[in-house]
């Protein structure tokens, strides 16, 4: 097991989740909740050279820090590297919808941002200055996610748990 790997798994272990490795990648199982304060997600990871990133989209929730009312999920990203740094894409798409059943897209972003061997950065959805949510009901937080630099990576999703924001 490598330092990223125990890194990822203690952090999915302080979060309450079981973990399992399967292949390459990680398997979070995470007990539902159906409100808009759990923070269980399916944790997921993509690689490129000798970078490997793990990717934990967070539940979706009212906004705290916005000064108006509005919904959003946040990708927390963390990558371990033998390169200095690595440039990470994430697409995310804020679903509304039952648990079962129909979904449509209600928001979404694309970014890029650079993240230090080690380091961590979050990725907002939906972006600032792009359509924003503000209507209470169920959602989910669906992502993918890519290392693009210094080398080009596979392409790999995680998704939220679908939850009411009320």
């Known amino acids: 097991m490598t ?4 890194k990822a798994a203690d ?23 159906a409100d808009s304060t759990a923070v269980e997600a399916t944790a997921f990871r993509f690689s490129a050279g000798g970078a490997v ?13 916005a000064a108006d009312r509005r919904i959003l999920f946040k990708t927390r990203v963390t990558c371990d590297s033998t390169y200095p740094s690595v440039t990470v894409r994430i697409k995310g798409r804020l679903e509304r ?5 129909p979904k449509y897209t209600a928001a979404t972003s694309d970014q890029t941002q650079l993240i230090k061997k080690g380091k961590s950065a979050t990725f907002y959805t939906p972006q600032i200055g792009g359509a924003q949510v503000t209507m209470p009901g169920w959602y989910t937080g669906t992502v993918t996610g890519q290392i693009t630099a210094p080398v080009p990576g596979n392409i790999d999703d995680g998704r939220s748990k679908t939850v009411e924001v009320r």
Do not use: K, Y
């Not at 330092?3 to 125990?6: A, E, G, P, Y």
């Not at 952090?11 to 909740?33: F, S, W």
């Not at 919808?97 to 059943?101: K, M, S, T, Y």
């Open 11 to 33: 952090t999915v272990r302080r979060m309450g989740t079981t973990v399992a490795a399967v292949g390459l990648g990680l398997l979070v199982i995470a007990p539902a909740q």
């Open 53 to 65: 990133c793990l990717a934990t989209p967070e539940n979706p929730h009212w906004s705290s820090g």
């Open 3 to 6: 330092d990223f790997s125990r």
């Open 97 to 101: 919808g039952p648990f079962i059943g």
